[in-house]
């Protein structure tokens, strides 16, 4: 689970004998998710269009069965609630586990009674913005699918030059079609040779080790943790290459001074400990504060005297499943080194390349950041709109308006 969505993509599956064998735990679509163990409150929505699956034993599945009376969207986002969350709080750790709701603490936790018409509406309203934060979602995935295919194509399989080499001189053909502008696409393709050198590379470009093209690759500090530090980054907060802020915590610089560990803008960072997360990579985007990472994390930085920043972080993201298998050490104990990492080769092209590869791409990424900061928003103003919705400070008319 991941931002309300159930990840299907990187579940297992099992066969249907193993299904017949399984008494309960089977999620169906529209059921709600929870995480019940570990990670307490957790949520995701079981889309209406998914087939059914099995649960973790880590996870309780809700499930509406009287729909005159419950709306299903109305319960996911009141359990998405301080007050549901609150009650969550208050029944973790009866048993003997401190991090543990049981089935039974659930069944006594509470539902507000509303005129199902109002709950519908609520759940209309608040689903309004949710829709919109999931089209902005599916959109970042498109954004950051076309950027990586754009850079596969210029820096890994150099299809501009073998365009060349195969006798095209269509330069929208020679660009992949990527630019339809024929003067634009021309201006791109006078930039790459014609030729394949002995190394394979196209003419003039160069294979660099990672660790020749940054100005910066370590582990970040040990934390001191503090209630109004700097925001610390940790392995929870890296993940489908990105950086969640908010599972991050906070460093008291006075007793560490971050110095050169002090992230910056597309500073690339690896988790870099222990099995499970090791080996996830993401860019550090749209930073609004000073932030550094705890020394579970290796921060790579570019040397943009060699190889645009860019570059680097598309090059990076594109290697975590090689670098997933990168670690060293027994099991619970592994690590990878900086030295690992610095190892990695990379094709490197000639400046007005990179520029415009900059120039091209850039566009794309920032609207992914846009797109996410402006998610952000809607999530805040949804879960702000919930309790007043129930309460009646807001009428329901004035939240559609909030909401359109």
């Known amino acids: 689970m991941d931002g309300g969505r159930i990840l299907f993509g990187s579940a297992s599956r099992i066969n249907d004998r193993a299904l017949r064998r399984i008494r309960k735990g089977i999620g169906q679509p529209g059921d709600i998710i929870l995480s019940h163990k570990g990670t307490v409150g957790k949520l995701a929505a079981a889309p209406l269009d998914c087939e059914p699956f099995v649960c973790s034993p880590q996870t309780t599945f809700w499930r509406v069965l009287q729909e005159d009376q419950l709306d299903r969207r109305f319960l996911y986002f009141f359990m998405n609630s301080i007050e549901f969350k609150n009650q969550l709080s208050a029944v973790k750790g009866e048993t003997d586990m401190a991090d543990y709701v049981s089935l039974t603490a659930q069944r006594r936790l509470q539902i507000p009674r509303l005129p199902l018409a109002v709950q519908q509406e609520i759940g209309r309203v608040l689903g309004s913005l949710d829709d919109k934060i999931e089209l902005n979602l599916r959109m970042n995935e498109t954004l950051e699918a076309m950027a990586q295919a754009i850079f596969r194509d210029w820096f890994v399989d150099f299809g501009p030059s073998r365009r060349k080499l195969d006798g095209e001189t269509d330069p929208v053909t020679i660009m992949g079609g990527l630019v339809q502008d024929v003067e634009r696409a021309q201006a791109y393709a006078n930039l790459f040779p014609a030729t394949i050198a002995d190394d394979g590379l196209p003419d003039g ?164 950041i846009s797109n996410s900061e402006q998610s952000l928003t809607l999530a805040e103003t949804r879960d702000l709109l919930l309790p007043k919705l129930m309460s009646g400070e807001i009428r329901l008319g004035e939240a559609v308006e909030a909401a359109a």
């Open 205 to 368: 470009w160069e294979e660099k080790q990672v660790g020749d093209v940054v100005a910066l690759i370590k582990r970040g500090l040990a934390p001191s943790y503090s209630e109004d530090g700097i925001l610390v980054i940790n392995q929870k907060c890296i993940r489908n290459k990105a950086v969640n802020l908010a599972a991050a915590r906070r460093h008291d610089v006075v007793k560490r001074p971050p110095r050169d560990r002090l992230l910056e803008e597309y500073d690339v960072v690896v988790n870099s400990t222990g099995v499970g997360t090791l080996g996830r990579v993401a860019t550090v985007r749209g930073l609004k504060e000073e932030a550094t990472a705890d020394s579970h994390v290796t921060i790579c930085r570019a040397d943009t005297s060699k190889v645009s920043k860019l570059i680097l972080s598309l090059f990076m993201e594109g290697q975590e499943a090689l670098i997933e298998t990168m670690g060293h050490g027994s099991t619970g104990q592994t690590e990878l080194s900086p030295a690992s990492l610095s190892a990695m080769t990379l094709a490197v092209a000639s400046k007005p390349v990179q520029l415009a590869f900059d120039n091209f791409v850039m566009p794309l990424r920032n609207l992914v």
